[in-house]
């Protein structure tokens, strides 16, 4: 489904500020899999995805997504494909707009938008049923402004949007880091929920090591910009924290302690 | 005093257009655009040359508008193909047009008047001053008919699928990227409009002050800027019909308050003054109130 082969990416080159963040990064993502990707500050999991979602264009290497190379296209391009949720609470919705103005937006990716009505009834109906299968209240406030929704309530709307047109891929960039514990278990609960019942190949992005061993099927730890594990299947199913934490210092040959106390 | 209100209202219903135009791009696009200083005076000059030159002025302001999307047009591609900052790029167009603006009248300023007999030729204005009407009245009804139709057309306009892909973007830009919009599209498409019809705005005013002068654009941003702040403070911003209206509204009440502080005797000369003064305020109003409930709440603790 995803193939990313040899993947560069430097920022501010040539400064005092060079950050090399991916260096020659390969994966191979198969359809239905649900990968989560784990690493430090830093170890350029956030910069793998947006490379994904055409936010910024590699220096090097390519990216084919169900046989479709789309290195060079832009983000608008790539986003029918794909499904996306970000850290920031806001940066999944627009604020001022209502729920269901959102919702449409979404289910509109992919298509040409013209001078038809931005939302019709039909649609309308369509979201209060999906709206309450999330059991937050939000199918009686279909007109309520985004802005005036908690950060919970925020992400839980955009994973909505984000899987509307079933996506090719659902790419997930610590969607769960803003909000508070056990928000974000919620949050997780409908993130697995929406997987399975959409039958989605997803990539999550997490800096906590319970979440990315308790979901998911696959799990790679990224670190200065390179795949430094890859454990999947039956492996995954018995991974423990401790046991990822040691893999973790033999594979990367690096001093534990600061990053042990960010990945817990 | 009716003369003066009278006048006043029409004058603002005229500049009502250019208030919309402006609010697209200030509050739904989230740009503050300068070009909208440079299309006003083109929307003056096209009507004006071309109705010298024989044109209809209903087409002559179609022109107008024409003139006005392309002005728009430029700034748009400055902002979304050569990342110029959106405030650079209108200054850099409302410089152009300066210029170009000139060319299109071959002077500073154009009167409309038939040559021979300067008698006045015939406007928009005109079968409604021959049913009767006085100038600011033919004006008005014409204002509001104007008024009534873009709100209507806008109102439709912003619920389609397009126009909620516009209301998005000055939102969030990121977020509409990621729903397979391409944020240039939609950033040129509300310039483009909103420049037409501050165009259109200009081209209504020509005719009804039956001039076009190269100064007129000078400051406008600020007073439509300033109608739309009186706008949103009067009359609600609760609900996108009711937004529309608002401006007209306080399109007209800033004419209505500038004509009432000249009456009471300040000089002409410091209206921008003026004017800036009251926008900067308006616009500083969050700031105050944040700092009016910091200090009652330290009274409070204080107690």
């Given at each position: ?5 040899g993947l ?7 400064t ?6 991916l260096?020659n ?23 793998l995805?947006n ?7 590699p ?5 084919i997504?169900?046989g479709?190379?789309v ?13 996306r949720?970000?850290?920031d ?9 209502g729920?269901e103005?959102n919702?449409a937006?979404?289910?509109r990716r992919?298509q ?9 009834s039909?649609?309308?109906?369509l ?7 999330l059991?937050?209240g ?9 802005g005036?929704l908690?950060?919970?309530q ?10 509307l ?18 928000t ?7 993130t ?13 992005v997490?800096?906590?090591m319970r ?20 454990i999947k299947g039956e492996?995954k199913?018995k991974?423990?924290v401790e046991a ?8 990367s040959?690096e001093?534990f ?6 990945l817990s | 005093?009716v ?7 029409s004058?603002?219903?005229?500049w009502?257009?250019?208030?919309i ?7 739904i696009?989230?740009?503050?655009d300068?070009?909208v ?12 040359i ?5 044109t209809?002025?209903?087409v ?24 110029i ?20 009248m ?13 008698s ?10 021959s ?12 204002g ?14 912003f619920?389609?699928e397009i126009?909620?892909?516009i209301r ?10 990621a729903?397979g919009?391409?944020?240039?599209t ?6 483009v ?13 020509a005719?009804s002050?039956?001039?076009?002068d ?23 911003k ?10 007209a ?11 009432l502080?000249l ?12 004017t ?28």
């Amino acid at each position: 489904m995803l193939i990313v082969s040899g993947l560069y990416k430097t920022f501010n080159a040539g400064t005092v500020n060079q950050k090399e963040a991916l260096k020659n990064l390969s994966l191979h993502v198969e359809k239905g899999d649900f990968v989560t990707v784990i690493g430090g500050n830093g170890a350029g999991k956030s910069t793998l995805l947006n490379c994904i979602a055409g936010v910024y264009p590699p220096d090097q290497g390519c990216i084919i997504i169900d046989g479709t190379n789309v290195t060079r296209l832009p983000e608008h391009k790539r986003a029918p494909v794909m499904g996306r949720v970000f850290q920031d609470p806001m940066m999944g919705t627009a604020s001022d707009m209502g729920i269901e103005e959102n919702l449409a937006l979404a289910y509109r990716r992919g298509q040409r938008r013209g001078l038809k009505w931005g939302i019709t009834s039909r649609e309308r109906e369509l979201y209060r049923t999906l709206l309450k299968t999330l059991d937050l209240g939000l199918e009686d406030r279909l007109s309520t402004k985004v802005g005036l929704l908690s950060g919970g309530q925020r992400q839980a709307l955009t994973l909505l949007m984000a899987v509307l047109k079933k996506p090719k891929l659902l790419l997930l960039d610590e969607h769960t880091a803003a909000l508070d514990p056990k928000t974000a278990e919620k949050v997780l609960v409908l993130t697995d929920h929406l997987v399975k019942e959409y039958d989605l190949t997803t990539l999550m992005v997490t800096h906590n090591m319970r979440d990315a061993i308790r979901h998911g099927n696959r799990l790679i730890m990224m670190h200065d910009g390179r795949i430094i594990l890859d454990i999947k299947g039956e492996e995954k199913k018995k991974l423990t924290v401790e046991a990822l934490i040691n893999r973790f210092g033999r594979a990367s040959g690096e001093d534990f302690a600061f990053d042990r106390a960010l990945l817990s | 005093m009716v003369q003066i209100l009278s006048g006043a209202v029409s004058l603002g219903l005229l500049w009502a257009v250019m208030t919309i135009g402006v609010y697209i791009t200030y509050r739904i696009l989230n740009i503050a655009d300068l070009t909208v200083e440079g299309s006003i005076t083109m929307g003056a000059s096209i009507a004006a040359i071309t109705m010298l030159n024989g044109t209809d002025p209903y087409v002559s302001l179609f022109l107008a508008l024409l003139g006005g999307m392309a002005a728009g047009l430029a700034t748009g591609l400055l902002i979304t193909r050569f990342k110029i900052p959106p405030l650079l790029s209108g200054i850099l167009t409302m410089i152009a047009l300066y210029s170009i603006n000139l060319r299109i009248m071959g002077t500073s300023n154009l009167s409309l008047l038939k040559k021979k007999d300067f008698s006045e030729m015939n406007t928009v204005y005109t079968p409604f001053e021959s049913l009767g009407l006085d100038r600011n009245e033919a004006a008005i009804v014409v204002g509001l008919l104007v008024v009534a139709t873009l709100v209507a057309i806008l109102y439709w306009f912003f619920g389609t699928e397009i126009g909620c892909a516009i209301r998005a973007t000055g939102n969030n830009p990121n977020m509409v990227r990621a729903q397979g919009i391409n944020t240039d599209t939609t950033v040129i498409l509300g310039l483009v409009l909103s420049n037409g019809l501050v165009a259109i705005s200009g081209g209504l005013i020509a005719q009804s002050q039956r001039f076009a002068d190269i100064q007129m654009g000078t400051g406008s941003i600020v007073i439509g800027l300033a109608s739309v702040i009186i706008g949103e403070v009067l009359f609600g911003k609760n609900g996108f019909l009711r937004r529309l209206i608002s401006l007209a509204l306080g399109a007209v009440t800033y004419r209505v308050i500038i004509a009432l502080v000249l009456k009471m005797g300040m000089p002409a000369n410091d209206l921008k003054l003026f004017t800036a003064i009251t926008v900067a305020a308006a616009l500083a109003l969050p700031v105050f109130k944040e700092y009016l409930i910091t200090l009652k709440k330290s009274a409070r603790a204080g107690e």
